[in-house]
């Protein structure tokens, strides 16, 4: 199972940690490879599932009725790549992979998350956030330029109109900002997690609406409306203009099962720009 299914990438994330250093390398491991466990009744992880490999870094493969959890590369390549090829049991011949890398960039901790399906019989697969990636958001501390990446909204008031502008405008911020109007948006909570780790989510509240939209038309030319995606920068300047939504399209039962998915494939590349110049440490 893995190598002869043709595999379609359905999201892909790259996250640097604000921590950096052998602990939280191995936290962030060990996250992703607790993921993979069952739990017994108690609510713990049975770890016994795992090879003795699995707690010094070191390359493994394990097989269970679920799937395959590998371990590609231990943390001797300096890139930590684990697989899980999980069977879907309502889909005869799905099957979900994921793809984990924990590494060194030289300057921070590297994360990255990548899911992929052979679809078998069904074609159709929604974009829909991994749970390991919420954990990861939750412990690793990650960031997007200066910015964490959270599982939850961020409320923009008045006093925050500036830092928001700083965000809209900061060249190294590679996560698109979904602007959300609280009166037409009641749904902000639920979208961030679902969005976690592909955009921010932010609320306007109701005293900065104004200010934010006369600043965004001034500096950054774009309209806000009651829903309004912005581009990370370099995909603005390659034409991806800013997207908005007026409060009736919100109201649409398809918009946001729709503009989540979307926003998901959006992340989606190919696996060299997942993994980007630690491509290099790639073992052939």
């Not at 962030?28 to 016994?48: C, H, Q």
């Not at 959270?150 to 900061?170: C, F, N, S, W």
């Not at 609280?182 to 609406?209: K, R, Y």
Request: proline fraction near 6%; charge should be positive.
């Amino acid at each position: 199972m893995g190598d002869v299914e043709q595999f379609y990438p359905l999201h892909q994330i790259r996250l640097r940690s604000r921590n950096h250093g052998v602990d939280s390398r191995a936290l962030a491991r060990e996250i992703a490879l607790r993921w993979t466990l069952p739990r017994r009744s108690d609510g713990s992880f049975n770890w016994g599932m795992l090879p003795p490999a699995a707690a010094i870094g070191a390359p493994f493969t394990t097989k269970s009725t679920r799937g395959t959890v590998s371990v590609l590369q231990g943390i001797d390549t300096g890139m930590w790549l684990m697989r899980r090829d999980g069977i879907d049991p309502k889909v005869k011949g799905r099957i979900w992979r994921h793809e984990i890398f924990v590494a060194d960039d030289g300057i921070a901790d590297v994360i990255g998350v990548r899911l992929s399906a052979a679809f078998g019989r069904n074609m159709i697969a929604s974009a829909q956030r991994s749970a390991v990636v919420a954990s990861i958001l939750n412990n690793c501390a990650c960031l997007d330029d200066r910015t964490q990446v959270q599982t939850k909204p961020r409320t923009v008031t008045i006093y925050d109109v500036g830092p928001l502008m700083e965000l809209l405008a900061a060249p190294g911020r590679r996560l698109p900002v979904l602007l959300l109007d609280p009166q037409t948006s009641p749904e902000a909570w639920h979208v961030a997690n679902s969005l976690a780790g592909f955009a921010h989510v932010l609320t306007i509240m109701p005293d900065a609406l104004t200010t934010v939209g006369h600043y965004a038309a001034k500096e950054l030319g774009m309209h806000i409306d009651a829903v309004t995606l912005c581009w990370p920068v370099p995909e603005a300047t390659g034409h991806a203009a800013p997207a908005h939504w007026n409060s009736a399209q919100v109201k649409d039962a398809a918009f946001w099962p729709e503009t989540v998915s979307g926003i998901i494939r959006s992340s989606v590349g190919t696996r060299e720009s997942w993994l980007g110049s630690l491509a290099s440490k790639l073992v052939s």
